[in-house]
Nanobody, 122 residues
Framework: QVQLVESGGGLVQAGDSLRLSCAAS??????MAWFRQAPGKEREFVAA????????YYADSVKGRFTISRDNAKNTVYLQMNSLKPEDTAVYYC?????????????????WGQGTQVTVSS
């Protein structure tokens, strides 16, 4: 059984940085991603990464500010978030799947974490 556990969220000021972590247990997971959901809004894609880490993809809203990476030895994926803005405030979810493809749609992911809150004050 796959389990994803996120950590690293918190309350920061605009311009600050945070690093989220997602530790995975169970079988090897290939495609992993971060999504987020703000109050009253739909869950949206943030960033995705393939098994090798060689392929990544970002939402336009975070490109140049966020970096997704993974450490396969630790079965962990990270999201480094720099230059945070109030509009980045949301619950951030880690997602994973066995496919080797780069997935950017929530419906394609079979496994989800419980989420970690990120709040950015102005």
């Amino acid at each position: 059984q796959v389990q994803l556990v996120e950590s690293g969220g918190g309350l920061v000021q605009a311009g600050d940085s945070l690093r989220l972590s997602c530790a995975a247990s169970g079988r090897t997971l290939y495609s992993m991603a971060w999504f987020r959901q703000a109050p009253g809004k739909e869950r949206e894609f943030v960033a995705a990464i393939t098994w090798s880490g060689g392929n990544t993809y970002y939402a336009d809203s975070v490109k140049g500010r966020f970096t997704i990476s993974r450490d396969n030895a630790k079965n962990t994926v990270y999201l480094q978030m720099n230059s945070l803005k109030p509009e980045d405030t949301a619950v951030y979810y880690c997602a994973a799947d066995y496919t080797r493809a780069l997935l950017i749609f929530a419906r394609n992911y079979d496994f989800w974490g419980q989420g970690t809150q990120v709040t950015v004050s102005s």
